[in-house]
Antibody
């Protein structure tokens, strides 16, 4: 059974760094890709970036200077780090899976981690 | 590529045929998917590659389109279809539309 679960702090202070972990089960990170997608309260979805099955990464150009995605395949975990957080980064952060012929399409999502940026 | 969805809000009756639109700022080359997001839940993949139905999705959902213009159709609206629907393109970068909120009249 494919599962993804996000974890991390619910509250981050402005200008600080957000660190989130996505722990996956039911599939391998070496043959599947993981993307991060976020959703501000009451708003739409934004693709943030991905770590592909081969280990390379791609980032949304609007976030590239602040964002880093990495993984530990032995622990089945993917990590998101984003620095210089501002209030507009308040959102639900989802980790997602893409696999097989759906290489760029997210077919499984975590429940989401709510992050509030506030002092 | 920017995606424009219309309408932003759609109210329809149970049993109606419903059509949601997604228009790209450039050619999407059929690399378009549709997601359904119910209140408080993560999005769920419905359609990929314009018209391929994801496993387990009811056949009342279908997709069509080409070039810059794409459509999600629900052939007979059910109460459980109340949700916000997002289109997503993966032809050039990765972007989502702003969503269409579907409610029952």
């Amino acid at each position: 059974q494919v599962q993804l679960k996000e974890s991390g702090p619910g509250l981050v202070q402005p200008s600080q760094t957000l660190s989130l972990t996505c722990t996956v089960s039911g599939f391998s990170l070496t043959s599947n890709s993981v993307s991060w997608v976020r959703q501000p309260p009451g708003k739409g979805l934004e693709w943030m970036g991905a770590i592909w099955s081969g280990g390379s990464t791609d980032y949304n150009s609007a976030l590239k200077s602040r964002l880093s995605i990495s993984r530990d395949t032995s622990k089945s975990q993917v990590f998101l780090k984003m620095n210089s957080l501002q209030t507009e980064d308040t959102a639900i952060y989802f980790c997602t899976r893409s696999s097989g012929q759906l290489y760029y399409v997210m077919d499984a999502w975590g429940q989401g981690a709510s992050v509030t940026v506030s002092s | 590529i920017q995606l424009t969805q219309s309408p932003s809000l759609l109210s329809a009756s149970v049993g109606d045929r419903v059509t949601l639109s997604c228009k790209g700022s450039q050619n999407i080359n059929n690399y378009l998917a549709w997601y359904q997001q119910k209140l408080g839940e993560a999005p769920k993949l419905l359609i990929y590659n314009t018209n391929s139905l994801q496993t387990g999705i009811p056949s009342r959902f279908s997709g069509s389109g080409s070039g810059t213009d794409y459509t999600l159709t629900i052939s007979s609206l059910q109460p459980e279809d109340v949700a916000t629907y997002f289109c997503y393109q993966y032809n050039n970068g990765f972007t989502f539309g702003s969503g269409t909120k579907l409610e029952i009249k």
